[in-house]
């Protein structure tokens, strides 16, 4: 990994996953960019309200926020502004620099429950053609921040495409990997399917040298089961495609994806499906 981006508008989830890249960035020795996108023209006027709900210049929170002597001074940080629709900003600030990763805070949408994650963090996820890594508030951080990462499979092509990043992830922190294979179909074409992709996965994960384990599971419920189990497992994270197909080709819904990314207690790791990976 040569860069980590983060999405940050001083809220307290956004902050913690600064925090987060920031464990990742130094395992791995990558540098970070903060981003912040403000809707208005003139960003140097922009305030933003601190953690005692007074308003404060965007520098001056960007100054305190890195002024704290537990960051380490190897981690090359850096941060820009910018403005306009944030998760356009935040997609195209990906997709044209030396990013590999986007870590954001989870906002709760106004006039639903707190647990529902904001637009901008789903459309950013639905939308970018690197990883994004998402944090919920009140996930707390630990000192071996991913020591076991729940990937589920499925019976589609695409869920194999999430494997090679969520691998490196892996392989930084020596994690063990509890591959669910899941579906919510007993046909035998998709049994089928489900065996091929669960072998896929599990040849690259026993060369990597990693833990393992594997599990099978038919429901309904899929977003349900993925969470389910890995509560089970005391997961630190969950790595999901946030849109695939049926392996008839017919398309399959983002419900999935929406609802273990609102509901998980987690963080959850997305991957855009892309003809290209």
């Known amino acids: 990994m040569k860069e980590i981006l983060v999405a940050i508008d001083f809220s307290k989830s956004s902050v913690q996953a600064f925090h987060y890249a920031l464990n990742i960035a130094k395992i791995c020795g990558c540098s970070l960019k903060l981003l912040y996108v403000s809707k208005r023209r003139d960003k140097e006027s922009t305030l933003v309200k601190d953690e005692k709900g007074m308003e404060t210049s965007i520098f001056e929170s960007f100054n305190k926020l ?74 707390k951080l630990k000192k071996a921040l991913i020591e076991k990462i729940v990937l589920p499979i499925d019976s589609t092509p695409e869920t194999l495409q999430k494997i090679p990043f969520t691998m490196e992830l892996a392989m930084l922190y020596k994690s063990q990997v509890n591959v669910l294979s899941i579906c919510n179909s007993k046909t035998k074409h998709a049994e089928e399917k489900l065996k091929e992709n669960t072998e896929k996965a599990m040849k690259l994960i026993i060369k990597s040298g990693l833990r393992y384990i594997n599990e099978k599971k038919v429901s309904d419920n899929l977003s349900k089961a993925t969470i389910d189990y890995a509560k089970k497992r005391n997961a630190d994270l969950i790595s999901i495609m946030t849109e695939q197909e049926y392996t008839s080709g017919q398309p399959l819904s983002n419900v999935y994806a929406q609802q273990t990314i609102n509901h998980s207690p987690f963080p959850v790791l997305c991957f855009k499906t892309l003809t290209n990976r």
């Open 66 to 139: 890195l002024s704290d002597p537990d960051i380490d001074e190897k981690v090359n940080i850096t941060y820009k502004l910018l403005s306009g629709r944030i998760f356009e900003e935040i997609t195209n600030q990906a997709k044209y620099t030396d990013a590999n990763l986007i870590v954001m805070g989870a906002h709760g949408m106004s006039g639903f429950e707190e647990e529902w994650v904001g637009n901008n963090v789903l459309k950013v996820a639905y939308h970018s053609e690197k990883p994004v890594l998402i944090i919920k508030k009140p996930f």
